[in-house]
């Protein structure tokens, strides 16, 4: 089973031609790749697997997930 995690990006940039990202997981950043949501900019929420974020996810759910995860 995979478990993708929401973060908050905190930083877009362009490396070498990839779009990539600093996320914030509660505290903890980190590079991610937005090659395959490469329209998410900063303050938005996004749900990372492996090292890419695989969809933009809103403020509401991205906070009752990780509110679920608390639990």
Request: aromatic share 8%; proline share 4%.
């Amino acid at each position: 089973m995979c478990l993708g995690v929401p973060g908050k990006v905190i930083e877009v940039h362009d490396d070498r031609g990839t779009p990539m990202a600093t996320v914030d997981f509660g505290g903890a950043h980190t590079a991610v790749c937005l090659v395959y949501v490469p329209e998410a900019q900063i303050g938005d929420y996004v749900i990372v697997h492996a090292g890419f974020a695989i969809t933009v996810l809103d403020e509401h759910s991205a906070l009752e997930t990780l509110r679920l995860f608390d639990e």
